[in-house]
């Protein structure tokens, strides 16, 4: 009686654990920023990618919390193939050793890639920008240089402002007369330091800071601020529900977001598969349609139209004077950076 | 009875007593096994996370497990000049296998808490040595980066050779080991923590006060109106308990913002020319959190009030005392058991305040928990963040002592 239960039982394990491997690899999970960017990710990227090649995509969202990958990997449980991440993330990712190495030869060639968006650990998927935006509604004539930022005889009213050091020093030294070439090797000084913090004292009590994303074009449509700078989706998202922002691409401040692999992701070669189908300058030309962040790759620029090119931030019109955010030079100088900061905007 | 010789009268009630809790035991044993659900609870979820935390303000362990070999040939060395090529020999190595595991980023990030740039001279040193064949190290490492003649930058990697540092905790006071191992003060413009701390006692002291001064007449009216009413002002004080955090304090948003309806009254009715400055301030604030904090205080005031009898304070009126000093010196006293334990709820609690002041709050209105909250998801700094962790809870079970020591164990009461 015993044996009559066990054998069908012991069967159906059996059968179970050959069936497990089978089952994992008709799925993929991916985990993303949620919101606008994630839901133009579905849309070009997921449901494509399914479309292609009948895996499914399971997505999972979070706030760019490197806490949580970290944490995720040390429970021995990664249950994340592939998770997009902004460049800090990559770059402290990688040094931490969580997240694992890019097989570039399956990816493809590196020249493709947009300077300083290919990386050992992750490859870049969009170019986003922090740009000065203005309401077209309020302002007849609004600004139109990084320098009217800090004009305010001519622009009088509040300011919005990133909280964090990262792009207002770019920022200030970039209207003080910087050559976007030389931001990073001045600000390497103290004298540099100093000087970025002297421009930004100009503003400080003007200024109103704002921390997550979507304060900014709230903060400029209910008339915070007569000016703000901005990540350039979120401007464009306000515009798709009615308001008439204005971006000033001069001077905008590029950086970019990658797509890495956890460590102990359980399929490597399905991860890399996804990530090699994601970039690919088709897919990646098709997601402008839905968020107006560039492609990273040069060969995606033929495939976008020409609508929404003028949305992109790397777009030849718009990309005539910009700087790439220097993340190495923030994991290095950061911490010290920070505090004075923190310092600074308490005085 | 008469005493037995050789035993006094007191043994013989110490042996009564034992006894009595040897009968006692099974009963007491059932009681603790009933309660050891909880005791594991807490172990798991209180008792546990706590002391991983104090570990982790001093945990050291990166330079130890990256750079074994170098710490080694440093025990020789005078602290003062640049160390010799066997130093740097035993470092090359170290760095070479690092860059294997590649955890020459790990070691370089810990050194750069201490000193800025370390981080990309350790990685670009690491790949130096890895593409080198062999020594002598000491002239290749000093023409790449002056950094590595310093001895200061020598004594910083002997010193966390140690397995437990300091570091993160003088750090979370704003202070660091100087060069030869005394205390001293970090830079002024990197000096943030204390002024930090100071400013989350404030803004808890505030809040705990407007709660007092707004909640103590509530729970007064509270215990005297007639029942429906009662029943009905309770409810409107537990409302907010039942709304989530994050939803009133959105909610204080659209009231305080520059064009939001407060603004918009005071305009309205010309009692204000301008937009007044309310959200992004202290102000601001302050209101939201004492908003939000109201039941905290309220409820245990309410519930020690129903306790003391009404008739009391007409009896002090018909021995002749006037209304104020009825109530001062007859029905206040009674109220302070309710009255601390409400405060010290409110006090404790807005201590660890984070989302309200986040949203709410200027750059001069972020607690101790924001920056917890950074060092931890940002920064990947869990050493500092622990650190902070320690020093708010210190400061929190000090200010309880005081509070116990102050008015007794006994004047705090729920109800």
Redesign the interface.
């Known amino acids: 009686m015993n044996h009559a239960f066990t054998r069908p039982a012991l069967t159906a394990l059996g059968l179970l654990a050959l069936g497990t491997p089978a089952l994992a690899e008709g799925s993929v999970s991916v985990m993303s920023f949620g919101g606008a960017y994630q839901e133009a990710q579905r849309r070009a990227v997921f449901e494509s990618y399914t479309a292609a090649t009948g895996i499914r995509v399971e997505e999972q969202e979070y706030g760019g ?3 949580r990958i ?1 944490a995720m990997i040390s429970s021995g449980n990664t249950t994340v193939d592939v998770v997009d991440v902004d460049a ?1 993330t990559l770059l ?1 990712g ?4 969580i997240f694992e190495r890019i097989d570039w030869a399956q990816i493809g060639d590196q020249s493709d890639w947009l300077d300083g968006t290919t990386s050992e650990c992750g490859v870049g998927t969009i170019v986003y920008s922090t740009a000065l935006a203005w309401d077209g509604a309020k302002l007849a004539d609004g600004p139109a240089v990084i320098a009217d930022l800090f004009d305010t005889a001519k622009f009088p009213g509040k300011r919005g402002l990133w ?1 964090n050091p990262a792009t207002n020093l770019e920022f200030a030294l970039l209207a003080d007369g910087v050559p976007a070439d030389q931001v990073y090797e001045v600000l390497s000084t103290p004298e540099g330091v100093d000087r970025a913090f002297a421009k930004l004292d100009t503003i400080k009590s003007s200024a ?2 704002w ?1 997550a994303g979507a304060q900014a074009p709230q903060l400029l449509a ?3 601020v007569v000016m703000t700078t901005a990540w350039n989706g979120r401007i464009y998202n306000a515009n798709k529900e009615g308001q008439d922002f204005r971006i000033v691409w001069d001077n905008q401040i590029l950086d970019s977001n990658y797509w890495a692999i956890p460590k102990g992701a359980k399929d490597l070669a399905a991860s890399m598969a996804f990530i090699e189908y994601a970039v690919g300058p088709e897919v990646l030309a098709a997601t402008t349609k839905y968020i107006p962040y560039g492609p990273v790759r040069v060969s995606a620029a033929e495939y976008v139209t020409p609508e929404d090119a003028a949305n992109l931030p790397t777009s030849p019109q718009n990309m005539t004077v910009a700087l790439t955010l220097d993340n ?1 030079f923030w ?6 950076i920070r ?2 900061f ?5 005085q | 009875m008469t005493a037995t010789p050789g035993i006094s009268p007191d043994i013989g009630r110490i042996r009564t007593f034992v006894a009595v809790r040897r009968a006692a035991r099974p009963a007491r044993r059932a009681a603790f096994s009933l309660a050891l659900p909880l005791v594991g609870f807490l172990l798991a979820a209180f008792v546990a996370p706590i002391l991983y935390l104090l570990v982790t303000a001093v945990d050291n362990p990166e330079t130890r497990s990256v750079l074994p070999q170098t710490l080694t040939a440093l025990e020789g060395w005078d602290g003062s000049s640049t160390p010799e090529e066997p130093v740097f020999a035993a470092l090359a190595a170290d760095l070479r296998a690092a860059q294997e595991s ?2 020459a ?2 070691v ?2 810990r050194l ?2 201490e000193i ?5 001279k350790v990685l670009a040193a690491a790949r130096m040595v890895a593409a080198m064949e062999a020594g002598p190290y000491r002239d290749t490492f000093l023409e790449k980066d002056g950094l590595w003649a310093a001895p200061e930058t020598w004594s910083v990697i002997r010193r966390n050779g140690a397995e437990l540092t300091p570091f993160y905790l003088l750090a979370a006071v704003d202070l660091k080991q100087s060069a030869t191992g005394g205390l001293e003060s970090v830079a ?5 923590f204390l ?1 930090v701390l100071g400013r989350t006692l404030l803004v808890a002291g505030m809040v705990t006060a407007f709660t007092l001064i707004l909640g103590y007449p509530v729970a007064w009216v509270l215990t005297i109106a007639p029942k429906g009413v009662a029943a009905v002002m309770l409810l409107m004080v537990l409302l907010p308990l039942w709304t989530s955090l994050l939803v009133r304090t959105t909610a204080w948003v659209v009231l305080l ?4 309806v407060i603004n918009a009254i005071l305009m309205g009715l010309h009692l204000t020319s301008e937009k007044v400055q309310l ?2 301030t202290r102000i601001g604030t302050v209101t939201a959190m004492t908003h939000i904090q109201l039941p905290f205080t309220i409820l245990p005031i309410w519930s020690v009030m129903r306790s003391i009898p009404a008739t009391q304070l007409r009896a002090a009126r018909s021995l002749g005392a006037g209304p104020v000093s009825a109530f001062w010196r007859i029905y206040a006293p009674q109220t302070l058991p309710g009255v601390v334990a409400g405060c010290l709820m409110t006090f404790i609690l807005s201590l660890g305040y984070y989302i309200t002041p ?1 949203l709410v709050g ?3 209105d972020q607690m101790v928990s924001n920056f917890i909250s950074t060092y ?6 869990w050493g500092l963040a622990a650190a902070l962790g320690v020093v708010l809870l210190v400061v929190t079970m000090a200010i309880y002592g005081l509070f116990l020591r102050l008015v007794g164990a006994d004047k705090i009461r729920l109800g």
């Open positions: 919390e490197i806490a970290a800090p402290q990688c040094d931490d050793g909280k109103v800071w921390e209910s008339g915070e190495a994991a290095d100088n950061g911490d010290e505090k004075r923190t310092t600074w905007l308490a | 590649s955890t980023a790990l370089g990030k750069n808490y800025a740039g370390m981080r990309s002024p413009d990197q000096a943030i002024a913002q520059s064009d939001g959200i992004f986040a200027g750059p001069q931890i998801n940002r920064d990947l700094n």
